[in-house]
């Protein structure tokens, strides 16, 4: 059975720092596609940031650019999301989620992704 479980939500102050992790489980993801998405009250989920499976290519939504980073450590089957520069409009519950290829490519589809984490909380005051 595959799991995705994500952790380092949490609440900061805008301007603050958060890393998401997602930790992956029941098979190896080590070369396939990732990605975070997030979901905010009353909003679509949209997709925030992927990453190709070699690592070698990354994509951010524009709203996030310069402040968020996405990486992965394909040794310990982990995605990570640094986020900086916190600002309150990021609050949302983000979601880790994996393809079953993708060794070169992102994606922002949400049809390119069968496995899905459960989602962890960032909420951001001002």
């Known amino acids: 059975q595959v799991t995705l479980i994500e952790s380092g939500g949490g609440l900061v102050q805008a301007g603050g720092s958060l890393r998401l992790s997602c930790a992956a489980s029941?098979?190896?993801?080590?070369?396939?596609?990732m990605a975070w998405f997030r979901q905010a009250p009353g909003k679509e989920r949209e997709c925030v940031a992927s990453i190709s499976g070699n690592g070698a290519y990354t994509w951010q939504t524009t709203s996030v650019k310069g402040r968020f980073t996405i990486s992965r450590d394909s040794a310990k089957n982990t995605v990570y999301l640094q986020m900086n520069s916190l600002k309150p409009e990021d609050t949302a519950v983000y979601y880790c989620?994996?393809?079953?290829?993708?060794?070169?490519?992102?994606?922002?589809?949400?049809?390119?992704?069968?496995?899905w984490g459960q989602g962890t909380q960032v909420t951001v005051s001002s």
């Open positions: 989620a994996a393809a079953t290829s993708g060794s070169e490519m992102v994606s922002v589809s949400e049809d390119d992704y069968p496995y």
């Open positions: 029941g098979r190896t993801f080590s070369s396939n596609t």
